[in-house]
């Protein structure tokens, strides 16, 4: 079964610091990575996608990942963090098998705040 | 686009009773998802949807939990006798085709039991 790892429950970085937050994952076959972000009291924002190709994907407000297969790792990063990018952040793993494509196992998250 | 809507947004519900969430998910989109997310956890996935056909369900569904989706649109989850531990965001994703489509989250339904 597949399982994503978080190390980081809580991160604080000054604004236009740059951020990086860590996700280990494993799973026994090529895995399908995602990054979503998560505002208080709403749902999940897809930021980027790792299915195959390219390591270092692209997303949305400006953050990237890059999947490390030697380390299990599929860390998000963004140059200079804006206050806005203050939220709740989940690495997820999909099954690469055919069969219950697209079900997602999360991580616990890590919580970025953002000071001025 | 009209993104993924969940109804209600909030349920307040005493012990025993039971509760329904209507999931109507981004329209064309054949799979629907329904995830539990407890404070300070992840997403827990608890069943899936490809069509009207319910495909998969996690142990952690027990026999209080059903959901449907008739007509291959929207999704009811219903809990009964509902305890405690149920208290949770319940979130409603979406997805469409065959393959690693990403899942479009709705806002959720937060469910508190006491």
């Known amino acids: 079964a597949q399982s994503v790892t978080q190390p980081d429950i809580h991160i604080t970085v000054s604004e236009g610091a740059s951020l990086e937050l860590r996700c280990n994952y494993s799973?026994?076959?090529?895995?399908?990575l995602f990054w979503y972000v998560q505002s208080p009291g709403q749902g999940l924002q897809l930021l980027l996608k790792?299915?195959?190709?390219?390591?270092l994907v692209q997303g949305i407000k400006g953050f990237e990942a890059e999947f490390k297969r030697s380390q299990s790792s599929f860390n998000l990063r963004k140059p200079s963090v804006h206050w806005s990018d203050a939220a709740e952040y989940f690495c997820a793993v999909g099954a690469g098998d055919t069969g219950t494509a697209s079900k997602l196992t999360f991580g616990t998250g890590t919580r970025l705040q953002v000071t001025l | 686009d009209t993104g993924v809507s969940q109804d209600p947004r909030h349920k307040i519900t005493k012990r025993g009773q039971n509760v329904t969430f209507r999931c109507d998910p981004i329209?064309?989109?054949?799979?629907l998802y329904w995830y539990r997310q407890t404070l300070g956890q992840g997403p827990e996935f608890l069943t899936y949807f490809q069509n009207e056909a319910q495909l998969e369900k996690s142990r952690l569904l027990s026999d209080r939990f059903s959901a449907e989706r008739p007509k291959g649109s929207f999704s009811t989850l219903e809990i009964q006798r509902t305890e405690q531990g149920d208290s949770a965001m319940y979130l409603c994703?979406?997805?469409f085709g065959t393959g690693h489509s990403p899942l479009h989250f709705g806002n959720g339904t937060r469910l508190t039991v006491t």
């Open positions: 994703a979406s997805s």
């Open positions: 799973y026994g076959a090529t895995p399908y």
């Open positions: 790792y299915f195959s190709g390219d390591t």
């Open positions: 329209s064309e989109h054949n799979r």
